[in-house]
């Protein structure tokens, strides 16, 4: 069992440019979700998908964000233009079905910083 | 709403000492709570889980057990190691299902030889 699998991990980047973060779940989980870590605000969720549908995007704090999910072995997070707030660690997580019967497995993070 | 409400880190304790971190909670019923923990550098992992009002979860030494009378998960060890330092956060499913978690605050843990 490989994980669950992000890249980069770090990533720094200027003001105004694109960054895209990336995430492999685990092989035959369903369910994946998107968190965002900082000092200041704790654990966010910004989305999660299931059967690689988005099911609430409520987390995400701005248009500049987006993300995809376009088979079950693949997601990305986008960020369009970035800002230096948006300096965080990203998470990845996913899990086997719904409901608290599956626990979430995270990934390492990607560190973005944004000059 | 739901929500979690953790005792404010960092909690510094010396090795062997025992270890007790607060976990309060707010919910609709009686879902199931967890404890996952995060090592530097890394990300979240399931440390511990309960299922039901007084069930006891346990893992590598690490006890939570859940009081309905108290909405309460508190995390406790008997005996600390330097290994366990890390952030330890409470959580709970949202009420609306999809194994969407809601964590808690985090609680940094430094524990010196």
């Known amino acids: 069992d490989a994980g669950v699998i992000q890249s980069p991990r770090h990533e720094v980047t200027e003001m105004g440019q694109e960054v895209t973060l990336r995430c492999k779940p685990i092989?035959?989980?369903?369910?994946l979700f998107w968190y965002r870590q900082t000092m200041m605000r704790g654990l966010e969720l910004l989305i999660y998908f299931n059967n690689n549908v988005p099911i609430d995007d409520s987390g995400m704090p701005e248009d500049r964000f987006s993300a995809k999910m376009p088979n079950a072995s693949f997601s990305t997070l986008k960020i369009q233009p970035s800002e230096p707030r948006d300096s965080a660690v990203y998470f990845c997580?996913?899990?086997?079905?719904?409901?608290?019967?599956?626990?979430?497995?995270f990934g390492n993070g990607t560190r973005l910083t944004v000059t | 709403g739901d929500s979690v409400t953790q005792m404010e880190g960092p909690v510094t304790l010396s090795e062997e000492a025992f270890l007790t971190i607060n976990c309060t909670y707010t919910?609709?019923?009686?879902?199931?709570l967890f404890w996952y923990v995060q090592y530097p550098g890394e990300g979240l992992q399931l440390l511990l889980k309960a299922t039901k009002a007084d069930d006891k979860g346990s893992n590598k030494g690490f006890e939570a057990t859940y009081r309905k009378e108290t909405t309460s998960f508190h995390l406790e060890k008997g005996s600390v190691q330097v290994s366990d330092s890390a952030v330890y956060f409470c959580?709970?499913?949202?009420?609306?299902?999809?194994?969407?978690?809601?964590f808690g605050a985090g609680t940094r843990l430094a524990v010196h030889p």
């Open positions: 919910a609709t019923g009686y879902p199931s």
């Open positions: 092989s035959g989980h369903n369910s």
């Open positions: 997580a996913s899990s086997l079905g719904w409901g608290d019967k599956s626990p979430l497995h």
């Open positions: 959580a709970l499913p949202f009420s609306g299902g999809y194994n969407k978690l809601i």
